[in-house]
């Protein structure tokens, strides 16, 4: 593997440490929100939502329509403390993660620029950068990695990240089982889970990750502030119902 240069995500790394609390960060006043009808519904609305000068929790954006993993959603590792013995994320399981995440960085390859804050880092997509699935790579595994040549070999071309698919031209990253904490990632608990445009206006889930129009995912982003320490909250309805007052959310 030799050759390769990691760009590890400094925003999650910062964020990660507050993992395991079991609210939202004190200092974070933005969050996206996305609520579905039960754990096996690949369909949410998603809202973005800011505290005001009052304290006062105001929706800003939304709520859009977003598809999700087409099993739906199983609890992820994030910035909560999951319930004792439920179902957690894993590699290939086709359910989104549930909780609360940080926001990373944005991966792109469309002609027309992203607005947004540039605290939050972007990369430009090209043929040398892979973003690490494969479970034979533990020490890889859920990373972005970027190669000193294009991607040549099989292993290369089945880990490189996305070069002509539209859906995947923007891509923000949804801090599930990221790099940045210790013991993470853990293999097998999930990767590659990102915001990105969803496919075929809307009738299609994904294998884990939160899709939204291209208009409505472009307006999100550039609303954030990485300031403002922006998370995703991802949640059946009554799962958000029952810790809301707990976790402290909107």
């Known amino acids: 593997m030799r050759g390769m240069k990691h760009f590890l995500l400094i925003l999650c790394s910062v964020l990660l440490c507050a993992l395991a609390q079991a609210q939202l960060p004190k200092e974070c006043t933005q969050v996206v929100v996305g609520i579905t009808e039960g754990w ?13 000068a009052k304290g006062q929790w105001v929706r800003v ?17 994030g910035l ?14 086709g359910r989104s993660p549930a ?15 992203v607005k947004h804050d540039r605290a939050l880092p972007e990369v430009k997509v090209g043929p040398n950068d892979l973003w690490v699935t494969d479970l034979n790579t533990p020490q890889y595994y859920n990373r972005y990695v970027r190669l000193d040549h294009p991607a040549a070999t099989p292993w290369e071309l089945h880990e490189q990240m996305k070069q002509t698919d539209y859906p995947h031209s923007i891509k923000m990253l949804i801090c599930h089982n990221t790099a940045g904490t210790p013991g993470r990632p853990v293999l097998g608990g999930g ?20 899709t939204l129009r291209e208009q ?23 799962e958000y119902v029952r810790l809301r007052p707990s976790w402290r959310l909107p």
């Open 99 to 113: 909780g609360v995440f940080a926001i990373g960085g944005l991966w792109t390859t469309t002609k027309t620029p």
């Open 191 to 210: 990767s590659s889970i990102f915001f990105h445009i969803w496919r075929n206006d809307g009738a299609a889930p994904t294998a884990g990750c939160t």
């Open 40 to 52: 096996n519904s690949s369909y949410a609305k998603v809202s973005l939502v800011e505290k005001n």
């Open 61 to 77: 954006l939304g709520p859009f329509s977003a598809r999700l993993g087409r099993n739906g959603t199983a609890w992820g590792l």
């Open 216 to 238: 409505e995912l472009r307006a999100i982003i550039s609303r954030l502030s990485v300031a403002r320490h922006p998370v995703y909250v991802l949640l059946p309805s009554a």
């Open 80 to 93: 909560h403390a999951n319930p004792r013995g439920v179902t957690l994320k894993k590699e290939g399981d």
